[in-house]
């Protein structure tokens, strides 16, 4: 009974405890520590505070984020734009009148069964992915439901545009965004971004985009995170239509930095049809002046011929810089019969050393060296918990700010807050993790007080941050977009 009694006054305490925290906020840490300690209840747990590991890592990332020493004053940003139909997957599908069932993943949607079954084939993942709807009038009919649909938000879409957009947020910043820019998607775009008279269409390309929440169920299926499937019926972008506009509105604006994007949205086209475009955009990339650097943004992709093409086409070598996220590193290193290609998919969160492997077997057998002709110096990858930013030594600086910027972006836009909110987000990231699986790596014990992790390997140097991970994310699109474009606002090319 003595024994019953003691337990009970321990849990009283330690619920007035509570509540003193929850009452009193303000009140220094040590005090509540000290007193949760009195009671002899072990270790008090971090509050969700500046002492929180989440607290002490948002704080080390401002102290670390610094702008460049030489800055960005005119960005050029194609080719592929839209605009995003924004709206729950689950209900969307459940008004097509779908029910739910077994997922089966398609890399061309032709039905609206097809459309469901993909659907619940990475929301049971939590995956992100991207397909071609390719019955036009199917296609029509589900996207005037989607956009007239209760709570669909209309919001500014497509790789470029989300990147100009982020960009045009930073004043004293010129952005020229090429891409089929229609009457919705220009009422939405930011007064800084000015498109060219060639690029106005009067139909805008709609992309729909059915969001679910972590734990969200239907039927058996539970999302295990936040998460989206993208699905259009877009030829525009698709054929790349405004590449050549693109290209000859550089010499007028004179960019010091141009970012493309859009090679994903021909995975509807013909064989032949990519192989052709893939020398046009060799060409003009190849027009374009040499000095200034070019970003390739990558994007969800299914289709190996044509990411293999992109990887053997040279395309990557006449890129400076790349952006990616993990479904599209892995895809690549499986294309093109990279380290660690015979792993089918990843289960959790991406091991860091098979990553780190990938991303040094891009720069050795595409990037700049002695002995290749190449531009590629820079990846910039992200994964939900954590980034990294890979560099040939020698030709990019401020890369500790840059990666942290990109990583700190995540977490706010996410919750759609101006700064990281500890409350709301949480450290998923692993606490020590390998540099390689392939060489001999070192182990890495996380420390949210230094959150940038630093590491060599012959001539690439590399930048690991982890991510405060968004606990209930207002909007997951476009995430990827604006960690790259604020990536390289922070990042600063050597001139050589």
């Known amino acids: 009974m003595a024994l019953w ?71 050029a940003v194609g080719v592929n734009a839209c605009v995003d ?37 990475f929301m049971g993942k939590g995956a992100a992915a991207e397909r071609f709807f390719s019955d036009k009038e199917t296609f029509h009919n589900i996207a005037q439901i989607a956009s007239e649909f209760p709570g669909a938000q209309h919001y500014v879409g497509g790789n470029a545009a989300l990147i100009g957009q982020k960009f045009a947020a930073n004043s004293g910043l010129k952005v020229l965004l090429c891409g089929p820019v229609g009457p919705k998607l220009h009422e939405l775009l930011d007064d800084n971004v000015f498109v060219p008279p060639e690029s106005l269409q009067e139909v805008d390309e709609f992309h729909l985009i ?16 936040a998460n989206r499937f993208i ?42 049809f990519q192989r ?10 190849s027009d374009i002046p040499t000095g200034i650097p070019v ?61 780190s492997d990938i991303l040094f077997w891009i720069l050795k057998e595409h990037g700049k060296s002695e002995s290749r002709a190449s531009d590629l110096t820079r990846i910039h990858f992200h994964t939900l918990a954590y980034h990294i930013l890979a560099t040939v030594d020698g ?24 700064t990281i909110d500890t409350r709301r987000v949480s450290l998923k990231a692993p606490r020590e993790f390998m540099t390689s699986r392939s060489a001999a790596g070192s182990r890495v014990m996380l420390n949210p007080n230094e959150p940038v992790v630093e590491w060599h390997r012959e001539g690439v140097s590399f930048h690991f941050t982890p991510v405060l991970v968004c606990k209930d994310p207002v909007r997951t699109v476009g995430l990827g977009d604006a ?7 922070y990042s600063e090319v050597h001139s050589h």
């Open 210 to 225: 059915l969001e679910y929440q972590a734990g969200e169920e239907w039927g058996q299926l539970k999302a295990p995170h």
């Open 85 to 121: 139909v924004v709206l729950s997957g689950v209900k969307l599908l459940q008004a097509l009148g779908l029910n739910p069932g077994n997922g089966k993943d398609h890399t061309e949607l032709r039905s609206r069964n097809d459309l469901k079954e993909a659907f619940i084939h």
């Open 5 to 75: 009694r003691a337990s009970a006054y321990a849990g009283f305490l330690a619920l007035a405890v509570g509540c003193v925290f929850l009452l009193e906020p303000q009140l220094p840490g040590s005090a509540l520590r000290s007193l949760w300690s009195s009671l002899q209840l072990g270790p008090a747990p971090a509050p969700p505070g500046p002492g929180s590991p989440e607290g002490r890592l948002a704080a080390a990332w401002d102290a670390l984020i610094v702008r460049p020493a030489r800055r960005w004053r005119r960005v």
């Open 231 to 272: 699905f259009s019926h877009d030829l525009s972008n698709g054929a790349m239509h405004m590449l050549e506009v693109f290209v000859s509105s550089l010499e007028e604006f004179q960019p010091d930095l141009v970012v493309l994007s859009g090679l994903h949205m021909m995975e509807g086209q013909s064989k032949e």
């Open 483 to 489: 960690i790259s474009a604020e990536g390289l606002f």
């Open 395 to 418: 030709h990019w600086a401020n890369q500790l700010a840059a990666v942290a910027a990109g990583a700190r972006v995540a977490g706010t836009q996410a919750c759609a807050t101006e």
């Open 276 to 285: 052709k475009r893939l020398l046009e955009v060799m060409t003009s990339i």
């Open 295 to 355: 970003h390739l943004e990558l994007a969800s992709m299914t289709n190996r011929e044509l990411m293999s093409s992109i990887v053997h086409q040279q395309v990557f070598s006449a890129v400076t810089s790349l952006g990616l996220n993990e479904q599209e590193l892995l895809f690549l290193s499986q294309s093109a019969s990279g380290p660690h290609s015979s792993l089918s998919s990843w289960t959790g969160v991406p091991d860091v050393g098979v990553v």
